[in-house]
């Protein structure tokens, strides 16, 4: 059964309306999930392990009587591990052993012992790079179980420096997935706790008898989880409101058209919400990758969310040329781009703007998602423009270092008593003009 993709062709006098209305996101908040999420984190707020055990034992249908009982034991995460089949333990142990390589070297990249240098006065300016004390990680565990994100979230907060790492993850109906405790067991989780939704947010947030509270709180979650995220900003830091998952494909048509249409579903099956773009100068290779989709959806489990996605937000789309085609990719800064072609990096020249670059026909966006190195955590909703993944330098803060000297502030005081006076702060003046021989 054919799937009624929407084909675009950029020499059409309305393209660019058409691709912003494909691209239309709109991250609309229900007014209903908003008040919902407010009332679990000022009960949490209020009245701590009480609320959180009263919301976990609604929502996730269990029957704990106290908050402790919902802390996986660091014994259970190893036993988790240990008992995977080998091939599942060797490939979970690889990917984290190369997202831990790879965050180690954008550690010494970034500077992480931070700098100092001194003037001809003798003054020192710096900067210390410290990371955080404490990091709450959100794992999903409702729909699916999601075992990268533990890695993705874990190990960079580990490789920055924090000393604790809490985990929390819901588990409906008391069931756990041994993947996800297996990978904490790997990532060096410190902590887990079977509690999700609002109400984790606002344990970590918040803190109460139990959980202790974080300085910042990374993953993914549901709309109640985005809206909890939203509202605790400030007290605590957060990661990022990430929307549906993207993938836009820049192809030259060299590419086997199948590996292009499986590529597609790769964020297609994500959910219905999810976004698939293929960009090539070929209008032959489209109808080949078209063909391709209509051929393999149907061995797809989960098709029904692909053909919707595919449906209501999925585009080929005919452009004049790969530069066009580089072009229209930094007008879409897509979370994850792929660019399929004989000469990959003469096209990545080109972007400025993508969560993450795929360069190669053999560069699949599955390989980034699991084990690559590079992190899966990818800023979404074109908000590439802007920002980053996620990364070491999540996980730490820098403070500024200022060692006056003696002869330093003969000059500095003077400048700044001026500025100050020029301001009409009058003490700020007078404090640099005590300094002055």
């Known amino acids: 059964m054919t799937i009624q993709i929407r084909t675009l062709d950029s020499a059409q006098a309305n393209f660019r309306q058409q691709l912003a209305h494909v691209l239309a996101f709109e991250a609309t908040e229900d007014e209903a999930i908003d008040r919902a999420a407010a009332a679990i984190l000022a009960a949490v707020k209020q009245r701590g392990d009480a609320a959180v055990l009263e919301y976990t034992n609604k929502f996730d249908r269990l029957q ?11 014994a259970e995460l190893l036993a988790a591990l240990n008992d995977l089949p080998a091939p599942r333990r060797a490939a979970l142990q690889t990917a984290a052993d190369r997202v831990r390589a790879y965050h180690e070297r954008q550690k010494l990249e970034c500077g992480s012992a931070g700098f100092t240098y001194t003037e001809a006065d003798g003054t020192v300016l710096g900067q210390k790079v410290t990371p955080l004390d404490r990091v709450g990680i959100y794992v999903p565990g409702g729909k699916a179980a999601y075992p990268s994100s533990v890695l993705m979230n874990a190990i960079p907060a580990k490789v920055a420096g924090v000393a604790e790492v809490i985990m929390v993850v819901p588990t ?42 974080v300085d ?42 199948d590996w292009i249409a499986m590529d597609l579903f790769s964020q297609a099956e994500h959910d219905e919400l999810a976004q698939s773009i293929l ?9 080949r990758v078209q063909a391709g989709i209509d051929r393999l959806i149907g061995e797809m489990p989960r098709q029904e969310t692909i053909r919707t996605s595919l449906t209501n937000r999925g585009a080929l789309v005919k452009v004049r040329d790969m530069e066009e085609a580089c072009e229209i990719a930094n007008f879409i800064a897509a979370e ?28 699949s966006e599955s390989l980034g998602d699991y084990c690559a190195g590079p992190n899966h955590v990818l800023p979404t909703s074109r908000t590439a423009r802007f920002s980053s993944p996620l990364g070491v330098y999540d996980f730490q803060k820098r403070s500024s270092i200022i060692q006056v000297s003696e002869a330093g502030a003969q000059t500095l005081g003077k400048v700044a008593a001026e500025l100050a006076y020029g301001e009409g702060l009058q003490a700020h003046a007078r404090s640099a003009e005590y300094r002055l021989k």
């Not at 405790?181 to 060096?188: C, T, V």
Request: with cysteine; glycine share 10%; aromatic share 6%.
């Open 216 to 257: 910042k709180i990374v993953g993914p979650g549901n709309a109640y989880v985005a809206a909890a995220k939203r509202r605790v900003f400030g007290v605590v830091g957060i990661d990022m409101i990430a929307g549906p998952s993207e993938i836009l494909v820049l192809c030259d048509g060299s590419t086997d058209p």
């Open 64 to 74: 704990a009587t106290e908050v402790a009982a919902l802390e996986i034991p660091r």
């Open 279 to 287: 960009l090539c100068p070929d209008a032959a290779y489209l109808a």
């Open 172 to 213: 409906p109906d008391g069931v756990k997935n041994e993947l996800v405790l297996a990978a904490a067991a790997i990532a060096g989780v410190d902590r887990v706790f079977t509690i999700g939704g609002a109400q984790a947010v606002g344990a970590l947030a918040y803190g109460t008898d139990t959980i202790p509270a």
């Open 336 to 363: 994850h781009l792929e660019i399929s072609a004989a000469e990959p990096q003469r096209w990545a020249d080109l972007i400025r703007h993508a969560g993450a670059m795929f360069l190669g026909r053999f560069s």
